[in-house]
């Protein structure tokens, strides 16, 4: 991701991030974990990692240690779109949805990859939301990718492109 689009993503998270706000994100398709690093270095308390993959996780692990955030992380071996990943005791109040762009060209997983943010943001079969009330979802997918129309009716949804990187702001419609 462009440090420009990263800049600008964190710019529009500062409300969520502020350090007296006590902020939990959930960083999903963590990768490296840049994301949640980030929200963790601009003030969140605390941040949960999800990634399956091996070497991923180990690198993740890694930047975790050498800055210093172990105590504030919590990196978990899981399906980014799967129940367990998001399951807390208190929702979260920022959450990175990045998964790898070659997901979104598979039909069926392109399904479940939208009905994982209705999930998390609006709760499903008498479980709660993952996301708080008052907090947004981060969707990192290629420019034109996604339709407005993709998305659930009950869930609020703003973009912005830049280049070929589009970021897809999600939250519940109030009302």
Known sequence: MLSRVREAIFDRLAP???PDEAARVLDLFAGSGS???EALSRGAAHAR???RGRAARETLAGNLAALDLEARAELLDADALGTRAAKAAAPFDVIFFDPPYPLLDEAGTRAKLFATVTRLVLGADEAPPALAADGVLVFHAP???LAP???DGGLEVAHKAW?????WFVGAREG
């Not at 280049?163 to 970021?167: D, F, L, Q, R, W």
């Open 35 to 37: 994301l949640g690093i």
């Open 163 to 167: 280049g070929t990187t589009e970021i």
């Open 149 to 151: 129309a993709e998305f």
């Open 49 to 51: 990692f999800v990634e």
């Open 16 to 18: 969520w991030l502020a």
């Open 143 to 145: 420019t034109d990718a």
